[in-house]
């Protein structure tokens, strides 16, 4: 399984734009690539999931380069209530691989401030 | 929306006691597992479950775990007798079985063994 490396903590203004980059040197072919947010005492939640290029959904951009080793979640115009924990995930698709060990990371702590 | 529910929120008990924490995956997913956090830690996985046996599981998930799927809608992790380090927060989640994994986590059981 790739492992991830993210920034453990990031402070932000309401209004800015926030990018986040997990680097996942050793991701494999049939690897894609999700990011998860995480409130206090809740369980994480999906935000995006992408393989290649940008992705974009109602909450999110990601980012991937050509070589796939990294990945910029891009959180637009944040609010207070983005303050969370964001991991990314890096594991194998297809349903032959079912119930992958998808392993979470420490995460980045995200704080949005006034 | 669908959501993955899990009961109870908080359960206290005591050491070697046995718990069982359900949960009510989402209807339809075909993939299920279990990943606990401890207070201040990173999620960690312990066991995903498909067709009815166990896929994967971690070095967490020792002879004193175990999982069933009794009847078409629960989900269930058994502790047979809990330690002190079993204090953890813990997360059930399902996946629909599509091409690439995304899995729905529900909100928890807060588990304290004193």
């Known amino acids: 399984l790739a492992k991830t490396t993210q920034p453990i903590s990031m402070d932000s203004y309401e209004g800015q734009e926030v990018n986040i980059t997990c680097s996942h040197n050793n991701i494999a072919t049939n690897d894609y690539i999700t990011w998860y947010q995480q409130f206090p005492s809740q369980g994480p939640r999906f935000i995006i999931q992408g393989y290649k290029t940008k992705v974009t959904n109602e909450v999110a951009s990601l980012f991937i380069p050509a070589d796939r080793k990294s990945s910029t979640l891009s959180l637009p115009r944040v609010s207070l209530s983005d303050t969370a924990v964001y991991y990314c995930?890096?594991?194998?698709?297809?349903?032959?691989?079912?119930?992958?060990?998808?392993?979470f990371g420490g995460g980045t702590r995200l704080m949005v401030k006034p | 929306e669908p959501e993955v529910t899990q009961t109870p929120s908080h359960q206290v008990t005591q050491m070697g006691q046995e718990v069982i924490l359900r949960c009510v995956p989402i209807s339809n997913h075909l993939y299920f597992y279990w990943y606990r956090q401890i207070l201040g830690q990173k999620v960690e996985f312990l066991v995903s479950f498909y067709n009815n046996e166990i896929s994967e599981k971690s070095e967490i998930f020792d002879d004193q775990f175990s999982v069933e799927r009794p009847d078409g809608s629960n989900f269930t992790l058994k502790i047979r007798s809990t330690k002190l380090e079993d204090s953890a927060m813990y997360f059930c989640?399902?996946?629909?079985?599509?091409?690439?994994?995304?899995?729905?986590f529900g909100s928890g059981t807060q588990l304290s063994v004193l």
């Open positions: 989640a399902s996946d629909p079985g599509t091409a690439n994994e995304k899995l729905f």
């Open positions: 995930l890096v594991g194998p698709s297809g349903n032959n691989n079912a119930g992958n060990m998808l392993t």
